[in-house]
Structures are given as structure tokens and as C-alpha cells.
């Protein structure tokens, strides 16, 4: 509070000096003017004066609620793409994994917290698969290093997104030259781990994940893969 009221001050102040001098000059043309002409002109240039916070103030407002207007829209442009990102990416675990679950967002959450025993029992990962999370790698890449996501994400979003872009194309790596199954299983576990941590993150993300989801696998991956 301190902080707003200390800058509302010094905000006003050439307003302020404005005013004054305007009120100060329309006194003066009045009472002490030598002839109309010269108080007409001082009029004049008080009236100036007072008009000039008034025309400021109106453009500063303008200003303010086109920012507020285009951030919005912003932020709502990253926020869809990074949902459909998202959901794009729980798919292609789902598929990894061999998750054959009602789509809730429950089930989601109990794939999430996979262990590592488990996710190695599951995993059936093709070379299908390694192209699908390169590409949505891409799409996260092209958000956070050309696009507009880091200035309207938290900086704590950003260490999320940049971690769980790392551990995507650490396994896609590890599927292009190794194929180190232990590895496979790390990343795969990073992942899921990236991917709660960005839903606990974002409570708006968690919502559209779950107006999203559908009782029908079949249509929701088709929805996924669009």
C-alpha cells in the first residue's frame, strides 16, 4: 500500500502543477491584466494548462485498459495452447503406458504417481510415439523461446515448462540412440512428475484439463491428436 500510494503522489504531481498554474495564471489575467488582449492570451494559456491533466488522465485510462485488454487476450492464447499441449501429452503417455482407464481426471492423477516398477511392466514405447513428443517438444519450445508464454507465466511455470521440455527431449534421445530402458523409465517418471507439478501449479490448467475429458477414449484421442 505504502508503494501504490508513493507512486499515485508522484504521478500526480505534474497534474497537480498543472492545475496550479493554470488557476494561478486565470487570478492573475483577471485581476491584473494590462489590457484585454494580454488577458486573453493568459486566459488562453490557463485554460491550456488546466485541460492538460484531463487529456492525460483520458490517455492514460485508454492506454491502461487496452494493456489490461491485450494481456488478457495473451494470456488466454497461452493458456489454450499450453492445455492442448498438455492434453496432448497425457494421451501419449496414456498410449505409452497402456492405460485403458476411464479418461477422468482422477484416473489421470493415479497415472501420474506411477512408480517406476510399473511404468517398466507398462511401457511399449514405438517409433510413432518418439515423433509425437518431438513434435509437441517443438510446440513447447517454439512457446517458451519465440513465443509469448514468459510474459504472462509465473517464474515458477517457466522452471516447470523448461524442465519438463528437458525431460522430453532427453527421452527422445534416449529412444534415438540408446535405448536404455532404465533411462526410459527415469524420464518417463520426470515427465509425469513435471506434468503434476504443472497442474498443481495452475488451477485454471487443471479445470480446462477437465472440461476436456470425455468418457470416450476412442473420441478423446482423435480430440488429442488434431
Known amino acids: 500500500m505504502k508503494i501504490n500510494a508513493h507512486t499515485l503522489v508522484l504521478k500526480s504531481i505534474p497534474y497537480l502543477l498543472s492545475i496550479a498554474g493554470g488557476i494561478i495564471l486565470y487570478t492573475g489575467a ?10 486573453d492570451l493568459i486566459i488562453n494559456v490557463s485554460a491550456s494548462l488546466l485541460s492538460i491533466p484531463l487529456v492525460f488522465l483520458l490517455y492514460d485510462y485508454t492506454n ?11 494470456s488466454d492464447s497461452v493458456s489454450d495452447k499450453l492445455n492442448g499441449m ?7 503417455l496414456r498410449s505409452i503406458l497402456s492405460v485403458r482407464s476411464k479418461l477422468t481426471l482422477e484416473n489421470i492423477n493415479r497415472m501420474l504417481i506411477m512408480r517406476g516398477s510399473v511404468i517398466g511392466g507398462r511401457l511399449k514405447i514405438t517409433p510413432a510415439d518418439i515423433q509425437q513428443l518431438r513434435d509437441i517438444h517443438a510446440e513447447l519450445e517454439t512457446l517458451l523461446y519465440h513465443g509469448n508464454a514468459p510474459s504472462v507465466l509465473s517464474g515458477m511455470q517457466i522452471q516447470i ?23 526410459t523409465v527415469k524420464y518417463i ?3 509425469m512428475a513435471r506434468l503434476t507439478d504443472w497442474l498443481d501449479s495452475d488451477s485454471v490448467a487443471r479445470l480446462n484439463l477437465q472440461e476436456n475429458l470425455t468418457p470416450d477414449d476412442a473420441e ?6 488434431k
Open 30 to 39: 483577471v485581476d491584473n491584466a494590462p489590457n484585454p488582449n494580454v488577458q
Open 64 to 74: 491502461s485498459r487496452i494493456a489490461r485488454q491485450m494481456n488478457k487476450h495473451l
Open 86 to 92: 498438455t492434453l496432448n501429452l497425457i494421451m501419449l
Open 161 to 183: 515448462l523448461t524442465s519438463l521440455s528437458r525431460d522430453m527431449i532427453h527421452l527422445v534421445n534416449e529412444n534415438r540412440f540408446r535405448g536404455d530402458k532404465r533411462l
Open 189 to 191: 517418471e520426470n515427465l
Open 220 to 225: 478423446m484421442t482423435k480430440k488429442a491428436k
